[in-house]
């Protein structure tokens, strides 16, 4: 019923900057909060950042200063700013919308496919 859709990966360079993008789309009754994961070769999936629908927004401490998250709640869209951009931050990001199922009182999680980012040095 529903699919998210990550873009704006790519190769940057250090101290460079990148801004992704997760649209949400299909059948979509509300959105109860987005957010960024991400996941290099070999390591477990991290939590980077994180937006309520009620605006409200939590960033991982190794990102925090340098990544903001902000939606368009008009486009079903959750942005990710990345700034100062670090090798270390070489991974696949990830999107996830928590979604209320239609007529019911269940969120669901819903995870993209995934967008690449990579940061040489």
């Known amino acids: 019923q529903v699919q998210l859709l990550e873009s704006g990966g790519g190769l940057v360079q250090a101290g460079g900057s990148l801004r992704l993008a997760c649209a949400a789309s299909?059948?979509?009754?509300?959105?109860?909060?987005m957010h960024w994961y991400r996941q290099a070769p070999g390591k477990q999936r991290e939590f980077v950042a994180a937006?309520?629908?009620?605006?409200?927004?939590n960033i991982a401490d190794s990102v925090k200063g340098r990544f903001f998250i902000s939606a368009d709640n008009s486009k079903n869209t959750t942005y990710l700013q990345m700034n100062s951009l670090k090798p270390e931050d070489t991974a696949v990001y990830y999107c996830?919308?928590?979604?209320?199922?239609?007529?019911?009182?269940?969120?669901?999680?819903?995870w993209g496919q995934g967008t690449q980012v990579t940061v040489s040095s």
């Open positions: 996830n919308a928590y979604l209320g199922r239609p007529g019911t009182g269940i969120v669901v999680g819903h």
């Open positions: 299909g059948n979509i009754f509300s959105i109860n909060s």
């Open positions: 937006i309520t629908s009620g605006g409200s927004t």
